[in-house]
C-alpha cells in the first residue's frame, strides 16, 4: 500500500469533504492538527445513534443532529488518510462545552488547491474546502486585514526574501527623501533576528536607551509603558532637511542580554482576555508609537525570508509592501511558495494583493535594457499566475462579463501601475559599505550618486503613494 504524503492527505480529504452523498449544509469542515493530521468537522450534532443513552439531548431536533449515512461516508472514506487520520475522526458540536471555540474560530479560511495532472496522467480538478490550519508558525500569513486609509499614518514596508539585495539602504534613503519633503518619518526595525538599521541611521551616542525588543520583554510583565520614551532617538540624517527622521531600532545602547531577550519575544503572553499573540503585541507597538509620535509617514524594516515577523507586517500592517529581489532562481522560487500560499486562500489573497510592489534591486549596470525586460517577465509571470484574476476577452454583448473585465485585478506585462511592473535601484559602486551618515569630504556619497542609484525608486514610490501623503 502507497503510503500517504502530506499534500496527498490534504487532497484526500478534501475530496471527502466535497463527496456528493454528503449534505450541502453543513458544510463539512477540515481541521489539520500541529502534525498535519486531519479531522473533520460538521457544525451539527451527531447523529442520535452515536450518542449515549444517558448523555443524548432529546431535545436536540432530528434536523440538527448529522444523518448517520453521511458520518459514515466521511468515516470510511477517512480511513485511507492513514498516518494523517486520527482517533476521533469526526467533530461535532457535542464534543465541545462551548462549541464556538471551533465552529466560530476565526482562522477558518476558504481554501483552494490547485488542479494537478498525477504520473498516471489522470488530471485533478482544483478543489475547494473549508480548512482551520492549526500550525505552530506562519499562522500571521492568513490574518490579512484590509487597509482602510483610516486611523493610522502610512505605512511602507521592505521585505525581501533574502538579506543582502539593499533594503535597509533604500529604507534609510527613503526616510531621507520625505524628510526633504517636510514629513515626519518614524522607522522601525522588526528585523528582529539581524538589527542594524540604527547602524546606518544613528551614531552609537544617539541610539536610544530601549529598543523594540525591549518593548516586548517588558510587556510580558506587565512594563511595556515605562520604556515608550526611550525607544526612539533622531537621526541625523534629517539635521540638514525640512522634516524629521525617528528612529526604534530593534536594539538599545550598551545592549548585553540581546539573544536572551530574543529567546522571549515570539512567545504568547496570558492576559485576562486570553492569550496575547506576538502578532497581536506587534501591532500594538506600531499602533502605540504612532500614538506617541504622531508621524507622516511609518517605514517598517521587516524580517527578511517567510517569517511570522513579515507575515505581521504584510499582512496585517503594511498600507504598501515593497517586495525586494533579485533576477534569481532562488528569489522567484521564494516568492512563488508565498504567491501560492495566498492563491490557495481566496479571501487573504484580495485582501493582501493591492498593497504589494515589486521592486529590482541591485540593477545592474550593463546590459540594462535586456535585464529589466527578462525581471518584468519574470514579475508578471508569477504575479499573472498567482494573484491577478484570471478573465476571458471582453465580450460586448455581454454586459455583466464587460463588467467583471472592468472589475478585475489584472493589469498588462507594460502597465506601469501594476504591482509586477518593478520600481528600480541602480547598483552602484560608491554605495558599497555606505554610510548615510558620512559627510561628502570625508568620503561619503554624494546627492548625485545618491540620484543616480535611487532616483527612479523614489519617483515611482512617491507616484505610488495615496494623496494623502502630500497633504
Known sequence: ???????????????????????????????????????????????LALAEDDSADHDILNEQR???????????????????????????????????TLF?????????????????GVLHPERSMLLLDRQ??????LRAEKFSGEGHPLRIVFYGLKGGVGR???LAMLAYKLAQTGKRVLLMDFDLESPGLSGLLLPPERVAAYGLIDWFVEDAVGQ????????????????????????????GQCETAYLSKLARVYGDVPSPQGPRSFATRMVELVSVLERCERPDVVLIDSRAGLHDVAAVAIARLADVALLFATDTAQSWQGYRQLFLHWQQHPDVLRAVR?????????????????RAERFKQHAYDLFAEHLYDRIEPRNLENSEADSDFESAFNFDLDAEDAPHFPLRIRWSGRLQEFNPLLRVEDGGVSAADIELAFGPFFTAVMDALPETIDE
Do not use: K
Open 104 to 120: 466560530q474560530n476565526a482562522d477558518w479560511h476558504e481554501t483552494l488547491l490547485p488542479a494537478f495532472e498525477d504520473a498516471a
Open 168 to 170: 535597509s539602504t533604500a
Open 136 to 141: 505552530v508558525i506562519g499562522q500571521d500569513w
Open 66 to 100: 448529522y444523518p448517520l449515512d453521511a458520518h459514515e461516508i466521511l468515516l470510511s472514506a477517512a480511513a485511507g488518510l492513514g498516518g494523517y487520520a486520527t482517533s476521533q475522526q469526526v467533530l461535532y458540536r457535542d464534543d465541545f462545552s462551548n462549541p464556538a
Open 1 to 47: 500500500m502507497r503510503t500517504l504524503r502530506f499534500n496527498d492527505a490534504m487532497r484526500l480529504a478534501a475530496e471527502i469533504a466535497n463527496d456528493p452523498r454528503l449534505p450541502s449544509m453543513p458544510r463539512v469542515g477540515i481541521v489539520r492538527d500541529i502534525y498535519g493530521r486531519l479531522r473533520f468537522a460538521v457544525d451539527a450534532y451527531q447523529p
Open 354 to 370: 493591492e498593497r504589494l510592489l515589486m521592486v529590482q534591486a541591485l540593477f545592474p549596470e550593463s546590459d540594462q535594457a535586456d
Open 224 to 251: 511595556g509603558g515605562t520604556v515608550l520614551s526611550d525607544i526612539v532617538s533622531d537621526s541625523p540624517l534629517a539635521e540638514h532637511t525640512t522634516g524629521v527622521i525617528r528612529v526604534a531600532a530593534a536594539m
